[in-house]
Every structure is written in structure tokens, then in C-alpha cells.
């Protein structure tokens, strides 16, 4: 069985992508979070941002999904402790334990600023006959973030490349779309970046599961909206991943 160790579990993907790799049954959890979880899941407790108090959850993991991340969005000194010094410290500890890949929970907010142009503005915006017929997709190869939290992802992305070059630590960022709690979207936005729970789950073991010659690479992850402006294409060649949700269904 796959070893595989969850930080932030306690969240609301880490819980989705538990109860589906709990109900596949080849997986063996573990848990780094904050509180303690429940269920009867392994759990670390210790804050990311302490190297030395994170290190021995990682010992005789084969890959963690990293999703623990603060979502103070403004906040220099809380994206500065929970996502650029804890995620170092998440590389640093799994390449110290000798943990064969990441998964990096990074964020759409890395490519948001987009949003401010057409025709992305008129899209998150839901005003459709503003769109043209033909747009160009917004792909893993670009940047635009609009807030500290999307640059703390970029960092993230970046600092996960140099770890993936200098040690052979397989490093895979999800750019996650939306994922509502509710698992439904509700701004005109949503209908464009909506990840159902299926989809963001699925999207994450396939990273897990991905052949071990795939070193570093990053990817957008959307259900199949209508609307969608994130290229889905590399995902489903390089993965197979294959959303099985649509915004569009909740539509009035």
C-alpha cells in the first residue's frame, strides 16, 4: 500500500481527498494538521512553519499531498509563516525523509489577475455576450496573481522546481479551481473556476498515482465548465485526468 501523508487533513479537501483514497483502500493515511483528526487516521500535530516539529510525520511516507496553507489572502505575516516558510519546510522535511513526491495544493489565484482583462473580466463576471466565440485558455505556463496569498503559490511552484532539479523530489502543483464547501458553485465567477469534490479528489490521486519519471510539472484543475478559462488539456495528457462534473448542472 501506498504510504501517503495529508497535511491540513482537517480541511475541506483534505477530508475529500481522504474519504476517496479510504474508500479506494490502496493507501496507507497519515495526517500532519494543527487539531487533531478523528477517525483513527495517524495524525502529527505541529504547525508547518516549525521544521523540527513537522520532520516525524514524514518518516517512511512515500508521498505527501500538501494542503495545509493559510488563507489570510492580504496577510504578509500569515502567508510568510503558513505558505512560504511552511511549504519550504514541507519540501525540506520529505527530501530529509526521503519521501518520493509531493503534490502541492497551489491555488487559481496564481493566474486571478487575468481576470482584470477581457475577455476573463466578462467571463468571471457572467456577462457572456461580451465573449468571443474563440478566446485563448489561460495555461500552467502563466502567472498573474492578484493578492499575497496567489504570490505565495507562485512561490510555492517555483520553490517546488528547485527541489524537484537539485535532489530528484518529485514536486506536482495542482492549480485548484473553486472548491465550495456546499460543493456547488454560487458567484457568476464559479460557473467558470467550479472544481467539484469528485473532481479535486480524483485530480489529486492521479497525481499521486502519476509514473515516478514525472518530475516536476504543474497543472489547472476545473470540473468541465462551460465557461472554463483554464486549459484542462495537459492535465488529461499528461494525468488522464478526466473531470466528471460541470458548473453548468446547477445553472437556473
Not at 456546499?182 to 473556476?193: H, L, T
Not at 462551460?226 to 484542462?232: A, E, F, I, Q, V
Amino acid at each position: 500500500m501506498k504510504r501517503v501523508l495529508i497535511t491540513g487533513m482537517s480541511g475541506l479537501i483534505g477530508g475529500v481527498l481522504r474519504r476517496h483514497l479510504e474508500e479506494l483502500g490502496d493507501y496507507e493515511l497519515s495526517a500532519l494538521n494543527r487539531r487533531p483528526v478523528e477517525g483513527g487516521v495517524k495524525c502529527t500535530q505541529a504547525d508547518i512553519a516549525n521544521l523540527d516539529a513537522i520532520r516525524p510525520a514524514f518518516e517512511g511516507i512515500d508521498v505527501v499531498a500538501h494542503l495545509a496553507a493559510n488563507l489570510d489572502l492580504d496577510s504578509w505575516k500569515s502567508q510568510l509563516s503558513g505558505n512560504v516558510i511552511g511549504t519550504y519546510n514541507v519540501y525540506e522535511a520529505s527530501r530529509l525523509a526521503g519521501v518520493k513526491r509531493v503534490v502541492f495544493a497551489s491555488s487559481g489565484a496564481t493566474i486571478r489577475g487575468f481576470e482584470f482583462i477581457p475577455p476573463y473580466d466578462a467571463i468571471a463576471a457572467g456577462r457572456y455576450d461580451e465573449v468571443p466565440k474563440h478566446f485563448p485558455l489561460i495555461t500552467h505556463e502563466m502567472v498573474w496573481p492578484n493578492d499575497i496569498y496567489g504570490s505565495s503559490k507562485i512561490w510555492g511552484e517555483s520553490l517546488g522546481r528547485h527541489f524537484s532539479v537539485n535532489y530528484d523530489l518529485s514536486i506536482l502543483c495542482v492549480r485548484i479551481g473553486v472548491v465550495p464547501k456546499d460543493n456547488r458553485p454560487k458567484e457568476p465567477r464559479d460557473f467558470a473556476s467550479y472544481l467539484s469534490h469528485r473532481d479535486v479528489a480524483q485530480m489529486f490521486r492521479r497525481c499521486i498515482d502519476a509514473p515516478d519519471h514525472l518530475l516536476y510539472d504543474v497543472f489547472m484543475a476545473t470540473s468541465a465548465n462551460k465557461w472554463g478559462y483554464r486549459d484542462l488539456e495537459h492535465p488529461r495528457n499528461i494525468l488522464g485526468y478526466q473531470p466528471q462534473d460541470t458548473a453548468d448542472t446547477f445553472r437556473q
